[in-house]
């Protein structure tokens, strides 16, 4: 499949659609000592649909992500990946079929773009240190077929072109985008993206949202973590949203922004003041 | 590096014809001087006691000289041959260069060179007196030229990297850049006078240092990227010439297999520090681990192992033997990073040295014979090859070290094309992963653990080899051999030379292990001379002498000479405000 034919179609190469239960969390609790940073959480992820997870500071929001993405084991309750309980080891929850991007962007700095994307097909392909050697056929089309799926990837998060430049050297937005790509590039099934778009401008902004829901549209299950809200009500199919370490809502994302206790949440109720510090 | 403003741009602005005319005149005049007698007596460095019969380093001096004397000049060849549109094509690449830069550099290596120069002649025949008038002739137009280079103002950031050139030329540089490399480390190894040696080496560094600034270092790297097969196979084929160049002298070919004994252990390091990036102190413990397996497997009457394999499996099971070991040490203690596994590795080095000296049938089973080692282990014979016999090539006599030195040489043709090979693949790109973000990495499902176990292991394997080799070319193995400090040496290696590449561990190898051996007096402080030298390195080129790209930018995250035009063109206030 060449770059314009992805370009065209919007689809993300090599991937079916259809819907089905992707994550199913059940009673997800973490603890650190005394604190409960996530107190009995379910989220249930179908394909192709995206889920927002909504929440003030330090609602818990984060430590839930890595929970569900192997970084903590929680201290009770289960994962499943498409009805398989996950082991709490990022790698296998990886080939497993989930990748994520992180919060405060983490990208290999030193390397250039086009190779951040391969390191994400790392775990695609199984060329060990002997066959790195001899180089046989098989080794140079299994890394012909790497480069080749990164440079789709980067077409397809919008950065064509830019697989030269060093990581370090993007600008903001570009990086956010990158970390996608890299996500992409492990061929995911679900995508946990922690705040894609902290810091863009109102422009940026749209480009993000237009890309997600591109990635959407090719099959992908999605979770956002976001502050934006006009982004994620104009995202979300639905919405959870997280304070202090337990679900305060969950619905569609018209009955998350009325709901009068996420306002509440997030601003704090007049007559209390209770929750003003997280705000 | 920024080299600290002696005269202030206003001053340059105003005398920089002044300085022109000096450091024209001064570097003629130094080449000049190599004509007249600069030691009073000859037994001072090489004879440089005649008028009129200048000696190899007073012909070093002279070429010196005769390249300040040129890049001066070139400010005024340049525009005049501009305006009369004369060789446009040279032209064209001149104008590339960083003449100016040039001279600036080799200004004070000039100075630096005679300086040494006069130093060794004066500790050498004792006195000042014994330095003759061609030697303060030098001396004043070394300074000559120092200052009027000093004087010149600031010249242009030289874009000759950025030249396309023929291919022919480009293997034509290559190949002379090579020649004259092994012309010269020949030549500095046939000097038994230690003086000599670091005159040598000055003159390598000046004319490094020269190339450098003019920007003509600049495009050999890049024509060095270009042709990298080309360089590599030459480069071999370079130092398989060597052991013809020596006369069938085994002194210096012990030295230069010693050297590639070092060399190779060091490349194999630099896959666990330079690629992997888990920093590994007790790295001799592996060679030493390749070499007492080799030991006791060998034909000598104090081996302990009946069995008595072709030495080619001996070497395997010595990799093999590394490999386990780095397995063993690895899988506990590689889930500790940074500064812990150094403390770790560190103490695995000596637990491994203090393990084989009690090996000795009173402690434990007697299987090294404890401190006293393993001794008479033969020489090879592989395939019938005898290697303690001289073998005459081409009318040239090659001794006992220079047949160890080639099979060096096939055991580091291995190790580099592991390496290289490694680096640029799969594996590679993990590793460098997990040295930037391990976190991510792990994230973006590379098998972390894996993989480093994977460098650990593979590290050890090479070291094993390259120990097995070394049991026969040192005929004894001892623990005593394998100490800490030779842990420190390697990984000073790696660091002086650049991490992640081949070239400069190769290079920085070398010189770690030629210095000592050629300066007797230096091996009384070399511990004080090393450490002086990695501060400096640290402080002038972090990324080592030949570095990596991504090292480079990982140091230099802006471009260093970018902010100093700019600032050179700002008023003093702002530049220190900027920086």
Redesign the interface.
């Known amino acids: 499949m060449s770059i314009d034919d992805v370009l065209l179609t919007g689809d993300l190469p090599g991937h079916q659609v259809g819907k089905q239960e992707m994550l199913s969390a059940r009673n997800v609790t973490m603890r650190f000592g005394g604190l409960v940073a996530v107190d009995d959480v379910d989220l249930t992820v179908h394909s192709g649909e995206i889920v927002g997870l909504i929440g003030p500071n330090g609602a818990g929001k984060t430590t839930f992500f890595n929970c569900l993405?192997g970084?903590y084991k929680p201290t009770s309750g289960e994962v499943r990946f498409a009805g398989e309980v996950l082991p709490p080891k990022?790698?296998k929850v990886?080939?497993a079929g989930m990748?994520?991007t992180?919060q405060n962007i983490?990208?290999?700095?030193?390397?250039t773009a086009l190779?951040n994307v391969?390191?994400?097909?790392?775990?695609?392909?199984s060329?060990?240190?002997v066959t790195?050697?001899v180089?046989g056929p098989k080794?140079r089309r299994?890394?012909a077929e790497?480069r080749e799926r990164a440079i789709e990837l980067l077409a397809y998060v919008g950065m064509k072109g830019q697989g030269g430049h060093?990581a370090?050297n993007l600008p903001y937005g570009d990086q956010r985008r990158l970390e996608i790509a890299?996500?992409l590039a492990?061929d995911p099934k679900l995508l946990l993206l922690d705040e894609p778009t902290a810091g863009m401008n109102p422009q940026e902004t749209r480009q993000a949202e237009e890309l997600i829901f591109k990635i959407r549209d090719s099959g992908l299950a999605i979770v956002v973590i976001e502050h934006d809200m006009r982004f994620i009500f104009n995202l979300c199919d639905r919405v959870l949203c997280l304070v202090r370490g337990k679900t305060l809502v969950e619905g569609t994302a018209a009955q998350v922004q009325s709901d009068p206790r996420v306002i509440e949440a997030y601003i704090g109720s007049p007559e209390t003041q209770d929750g003003a510090d997280n705000a | 590096m920024r080299i600290p403003t002696i005269f202030t741009p206003a001053l340059q602005k105003r005398y920089h014809t002044v300085g022109r005319v000096l450091a024209l005149a001064g570097g003629l005049l130094f080449a000049a001087s190599a004509y007249l007698p600069w030691a009073y007596s000859g037994d001072a460095l090489d004879d440089m006691s005649y008028l009129g019969g200048p000696s190899t380093l007073q012909f070093l001096g002279m070429f010196l000289g005769l390249i300040l004397a040129f890049c001066a000049a070139m400010g005024w060849i340049e525009p005049w041959a501009d305006a009369r549109k004369l060789f446009p094509p040279l032209l064209r690449i001149s104008k590339r260069a960083g003449w100016t830069r040039g001279a600036k550099a080799t200004g004070i290596g000039v100075l630096v060179y005679i300086g040494i120069v006069l130093i060794a002649i004066t500790l050498e025949l004792g006195g000042l007196v014994t330095v003759e008038w061609g030697g303060w002739v030098a001396l004043v137009a070394a300074l000559a030229g120092f200052v009027g280079s000093r004087l010149l103002t600031a010249g242009r950031q030289p874009s000759l990297e950025r030249a396309r050139t023929a291919p022919w030329v480009d293997i034509v540089a290559i190949a002379l850049v090579l020649l004259a490399g092994l012309m010269l480390a020949a030549y500095a190894l046939n000097q038994v006078d230690g003086g000599t040696f670091v005159v040598i080496l000055a003159f390598a560094g000046v004319l490094t240092a020269f190339l450098l600034r003019s920007g003509i270092g600049g495009w050999l790297s890049a024509v060095s990227r270009r042709h990298r097969t080309v360089l590599v196979f030459s480069a071999f084929a370079v130092a398989f010439l060597f052991p013809f160049t020596q006369n069938g002298s085994d002194a210096n070919m012990s030295i230069a297999t010693q050297v590639l004994i070092f060399a190779a252990t060091a490349v194999g390091l630099n896959i666990v520090v330079g690629l992997a990036g888990l920093l590994d102190l007790g790295y001799i413990a592996f060679l030493g681990a390749g070499a007492f397996t080799a030991a006791t497997m060998s034909q000598s009457a104090f081996a302990t192992i009946g069995w008595k394999p072709p030495f080619i499996v001996v070497m395997l099971i010595a990799g093999l033997v590394s490999a386990t070991l780095g397995l063993i040490i690895g899988s506990p203690t590689l889930r500790v990073s940074g500064d812990y596994l150094a403390i770790v590795t560190l103490a695995f080095g000596e637990i491994f040295r203090i393990t084989m000296s009690n090996l000795d049938g009173s402690d434990g089973p007697d299987l090294v014979h404890g401190s006293s080692g393993i001794p008479a282990i033969p020489n090879l014979n592989l395939f019938g090859f005898d290697f303690g016999a001289v073998h005459v090539v081409a009318g040239i006599p090659l001794g006992r070290f220079s047949n160890y030195f080639f099979l060096m040489l096939l055991i580091m043709a291995v190790i580099v094309l592991v390496f290289t090979r490694l680096n640029h693949s799969r594996i590679g790109r993990g590793w460098v992963a997990i040295r930037e973000d391990e976190k991510a990495a792990e994230a973006m499902g590379v098998n972390v653990f894996g993989l480093k176990l994977l460098a650990f292991a593979g590290g050890a394997f090479l070291a094993g080899l390259a120990g097995a080799v070394k049991a026969h070319v040192d005929q004894s193995v001892t623990p005593d051999q394998y100490i800490f400090l030779e842990s420190a040496f390697l990984l000073a290696a790696v660091v002086l030379g650049g991490m992640g590449t081949v070239m400069g561990v190769v290079l920085g190898a070398a010189l770690l292990k030629l210095v000592p051996e050629k300066l007797r007096f230096v091996n009384e402080y070399r511990m004080l001379l090393f450490g002086l030298l990695m501060v400096i390195m640290m402080r002038v080129r972090p990324e080592g002498m030949i570095p990596n790209q991504r090292r480079v930018l990982e140091f230099h995250a802006d471009d260093e000479d970018l902010v100093d035009e700019i600032e050179e063109d700002l008023p003093y206030e702002f530049a220190e405000e900027g920086s």
């Open positions: 993405t970084l990022p790698r990886v080939m990748a994520r992180f983490r990208l290999f700095p030193n390397m190779e391969m390191v994400g097909r790392y775990c695609r392909t060329a060990m240190a790195s050697i180089r080794f299994e890394e790497t060093l370090r890299r996500a492990t």
